[in-house]
Every structure is written in C-alpha cells, then in structure tokens.
C-alpha cells in the first residue's frame, strides 16, 4: 500500500481543514519545504500536494511552493488544486510533478480530462473524487455537484482513468476512522481501480485496515501533524 503524506497549502503555509471548511484552518507550518524534507528523510517516497487557495480560486496559486518542494526533494508529488488548463497541466509536468489530481475540471469538463490521458498518458491523471453522501463536491468542497461517486467513476474507465482520489468530507481531518464501507463498496464494484483512500485516518489500526482491504495507497494528513502517527512507523507498511 502506497504511503501518500499530505501538505495543504493556504498562502504559502502548511494547514489542515476540518471536513473542508476553510474556517476551521490550522496553520502547523509556515515553510511547507521543510515538512516535505521531513518526510523525505524518514524514508517516505510520496507527497500529496494540495493547494487550497487554487481549489477556491479555481486555478493554481501556490506554483512557488510546488516548485520548491520539486527541487529540493525526490518525493514523487501528486498536485491537485484549481487546475483547469492545458497550459497548467504542463507546467506542473515541467516542474517535476509526477501526477496531477483533477476533481472539479473532471466534474465540469470530462472531454477535457481525456484529452490530457490521451496527450501525456492515463498513469499521469488522478481523478479527485471528494464525496459528500455518496455526491460528488467540487471547487474546494464549496459546491455540490449532480453526479454520484458511481456516475463518476463509471464516466472515465473506458478511458483507463483508474487512478482515484476518493476523499469522503465528513471524515476529513477528524482523526475518528476512514469511511471503509465506502472503499469496499469502490474496490468491490471497480476492480480496475487504484484506489487512493483520504480522510479519517487517525491510527496505524486504521492503516491496517485499509490496507486489508485493498486500496492501492492512502493519505495521510492531520495524523502526522497532530502526533497520532509518527513517520517511522508509517515507513514499516
């Protein structure tokens, strides 16, 4: 199971929302460079890279950071955050991230998702599946959308989309457990899939049961930041 630490970002600085809401925002570093060292030292190998101004903004804002972060460690980055154009996926290519995570541009302009699988590869996409009672929210959970988690998946795997973000919102940032019949539900119905579990997670218990399930990899926010998992042990899964 892939180990995938996450940095949120809110004007250049390291945070974590509780269920989304920029309210209830926490600053725990102002230099996300070093937490990203940090993490590179322990012996982790991945980043989940988020920026939360870009996601309201609905286009990327933070690029200094993810440049930083991309030329000062070997962490392999997947970014999500406000991308909505072409000229923005190929820039964060050009600065060394290796996979973009798409939620609202794939709610909004599916075509245009597929279009990016086509012109730089399936493997390089992440769909961004934030969900709200089985209902996908988009533009930094500020919005609802029509479409169910099903519908979403459904629309994009004849197009070999399989790599997928899915975050359910009530359990973000609460540290109380991840939402596991839900992956279940996604590993059972999907078995193409690489699923990517977010949210909840507030334990090595926790961890282990994902992993026992099968999801392909999960991130993991708040637990670190708050002292409920130390980074040696998540380099032992």
């Known amino acids: 199971m892939r180990i995938i630490p996450a940095i949120d ?17 926490k600053i725990y570093n102002e230099n996300p460079v070093e ?3 940090s993490f590179e030292q322990a012996g982790l190998k991945y980043l989940h890279l988020v920026d939360l101004d870009g996601a309201r903004a609905g286009r990327v804002t933070n690029w200094k950071v993810v440049e930083e972060i991309s030329s000062k460690t070997k962490l392999i980055i997947d970014f999500g955050g406000g991308i909505k ?13 290796a996979q973009v ?6 709610v909004k302009e599916p075509d245009k998702v597929i279009s990016w699988s086509k012109k730089y590869g399936a493997e390089k996409l992440i769909l961004g599946a934030d969900v709200k009672d089985e209902i996908i929210a988009i533009h930094g959970w500020q919005e609802k959308s029509q479409l169910t988690i099903d519908d979403f ?42 699923l990517i579990a977010s949210g909840g997670v507030g334990s090595f218990e926790d961890l282990q049961t994902l992993q026992s399930i099968g999801v392909f990899g999960v991130i993991i926010g708040k637990a670190i930041y708050e002292g409920k998992l130390n980074l040696k042990q998540l380099v032992t899964l």
Not at 9 to 25: A, E, H, N, S
């Open 9 to 25: 970002i809110i004007d250049g600085k390291c945070v974590r929302l509780t269920q989304g809401d920029y309210q209830q925002k």
């Open 35 to 37: 937490v990203a060292q």
């Open 85 to 97: 154009t072409d000229e923005e996926v190929k820039n964060l290519f050009d600065l060394g991230v």
């Open 101 to 106: 995570n798409l939620g609202s541009i794939a």
């Open 153 to 194: 998946i459904s629309n994009f795997q004849k197009h070999q989309l399989n790599h997928i973000t899915c975050t359910d919102i009530s359990t973000d940032g609460t540290l109380k457990g991840p939402n596991i019949g839900l992956y279940q539900h996604l590993i059972t119905n999907y078995s193409s899939i690489k």
